[in-house]
């Protein structure tokens, strides 16, 4: 049975995509152009793009057309397992910052979004706290050249900020870092941390903001991080969600070469 038109289409131009002739960032003919090139109608050119969309392999930005998506070069995050360094760690602003930059690589946080909330009860549940408390969330968005790379909560007990963490509650960047503030204005310690790592398919949200391709080839890294205080206490629960066509991890256990 003869291949459908819009097929014929797609193919043709995925191919011209995957050769490079048309490279990454570079616009696709018009529709009209199409419609004339494959004598075809409207709605089989768009069926066309739209399985292109798909596929990842293009983009359409309103008002503007249709254009090759830019290939992602990943980011490798090294977790050394047993490290002591790491137990002190702040995945905060100024370590993210940090860490890409000495990759050679342009990072970029927008500052958090700061809710006080009763979180739901996967949240609650990690902090061993009642599913009624009232919690600080921190939300971040991160970007490395300029492209989405990873959101990130953070949640803390509301009774930090009343007890003088109020830097907890404002929409602002805490430049040392919430490990450190913390140490410094309540004499909360953190002496460790527990990585939960699953592997999970985005959400709408996620599919739009991170601009997934829609067959669900890209999925989701999600690592809950709660950290212990010296007595054994969750200090603070992070969750970080980061798609898995733009970051790779390493885990590092015991002396390894760097």
Do not use: C
Request: charged share 25%; hydrophobic share 30%.
């Amino acid at each position: 049975m003869a291949q459908p038109l819009y097929l014929q289409v797609a193919d043709e131009l995925e191919e011209q995509i995957r050769s490079g002739d048309l490279s990454p960032g570079s616009q696709l003919p018009t529709e009209d152009d199409l419609r004339d090139k494959y004598r075809a109608s409207r709605n089989t050119v768009r069926d066309a793009i739209k399985r292109l969309v798909g596929q990842g392999l293009v983009e359409t930005r309103p008002g503007q057309g249709t254009f090759v998506t830019t290939k992602v070069d990943p980011f490798v995050t090294v977790l050394n397992v047993g490290d002591p360094s790491e137990v002190s760690r702040d995945e905060g602003g100024a370590t993210y910052l940090s860490d890409v930059s000495a990759s050679h690589r342009k990072p970029y946080i927008t500052a958090p979004r700061v809710e006080v909330q009763t979180a739901p009860e996967v949240i609650t549940r990690r902090l061993r706290v009642p599913s009624d408390t009232q919690l600080v969330s921190r939300h971040e968005q991160r970007y490395i050249d300029d492209i989405p790379w990873s959101l990130q909560t953070s949640y803390y007990p509301m009774e930090f900020a009343d007890r003088g963490a109020e830097r907890l509650r404002s929409a602002r960047n805490i430049p040392e870092g919430t490990v450190q503030y913390l140490a410094d204005t309540l004499r909360i310690h953190q002496v460790g941390y527990r990585d939960w790592i699953t592997v999970r398919a985005p959400n709408p949200t996620e599919e739009d903001y991170f601009k997934l391709p829609s067959d669900g080839r890209v999925g989701m890294y999600e690592i809950f991080r709660i950290a212990f205080d010296k007595n054994g206490v969750p200090m603070r629960l992070t969750v970080t969600v980061y798609p898995t066509d733009r970051n790779q991890f390493i885990v590092n256990v015991g002396k390894v070469p760097g």
